[in-house]
């Protein structure tokens, strides 16, 4: 009994040192902690992991509007090369934006509609330079609503459209977002031509109107029908003569909604389509 006594004394007084002080806590926390990763892990989840954003919420789109100013603008221009290397929609790949598509065509937007407003005074003073009320620039903000609509259903309507058949027919080498900047970007030539189409010239408008509808029909068949040619059935390539008569319709639209308007004495030759009632 004494013997004990002196030897727990000896270990008193050989000092801290000699304890080590182990905590089982945290090694039974990391183990259930793993255990339960490896039980949702096999109902095909980890819960205890960081957790992604849901398509509903704004962190999921930060990435494609994280994009800067000098790569949109390249974007935009190379629509109208296509001899350019970034011509087809390769370019956007891995890092399709939205920014740029979205500006793109709210720009155009705001282009048609005040193009359309100033093209209209022009013509209703050139149609009588001696009443000063002519040459006041008003707005028919029906044109904004009606460029709205247009505007933002073709551009991101179609490409959503043509996303989701696509999925259904088992074409799935294109994201929604590439689909969205392909459209988006190819709009872009639409903005010089609604500034240009200010000339009270039916001609001129009528020409600077193909011109757009070919630029941007071309990178859009250019980009859209290699996409359609992946497809087991052949059939499917036909979707780009629907696209092309889109396209035809879009382009009409925009010349005679906002771009019909004329003085009482046309200048050059007489415009093959009339102007909509109402709206010259």
Request: glycine content about 6%; proline content about 6%.
């Amino acid at each position: 009994m004494a013997y004990v006594q002196i030897e727990a004394d000896e270990r008193m007084e050989e000092g801290p040192e000699r304890l080590q002080f182990q905590s089982f806590l945290g090694t039974d926390a990391r183990a259930a902690t793993a255990a339960n990763q490896g039980s949702n892990a096999s109902r095909g989840y980890i819960s205890d992991g960081p957790k992604r954003s849901g398509f509903w919420q704004l962190e999921y789109y930060q990435p494609y509007f994280d994009v800067d100013t000098k790569t949109v603008i390249r974007r935009c221009y190379t629509t109208l090369l296509p001899h350019s290397p970034n011509y087809l929609s390769a370019h956007l790949t891995p890092s399709a934006d939205l920014y740029g598509p979205f500006w793109t065509l709210t720009t155009l937007i705001f282009a048609l509609f005040v193009c359309s407003s100033l093209a209209s005074s022009i013509a209703a003073w050139l149609s009588n330079p001696t009443d000063a009320s002519a040459a006041i620039l008003e707005y028919d903000f029906g044109l904004l609503s009606t460029a709205v609509g247009l505007v933002y259903s073709y551009g991101i309507g179609v490409p959503v459209l043509l996303w989701l058949a696509l999925r259904y027919l088992g074409v799935g080498e294109w994201s929604v977002v590439e689909a969205v900047a392909v459209w988006g970007y190819g709009q872009f030539v639409w903005i010089p031509v609604a500034l240009l189409c200010v000339i009270p010239v039916p001609i001129v408008r009528w020409v600077l109107v193909g011109l757009a509808f070919l630029a941007s029909g071309w990178y859009l068949v250019a980009n859209v029908y290699p996409i359609l040619a992946t497809a087991d059935a052949k059939p499917v390539r036909l979707i780009i003569i629907l696209l092309a008569a889109l396209h035809a319709a879009i382009a009409l639209c925009f010349k005679i909604l906002f771009f019909s308007y004329y003085v009482i004495s046309e200048v050059g030759p007489k415009d093959p389509i009339p102007p909509v009632e109402g709206i010259a």
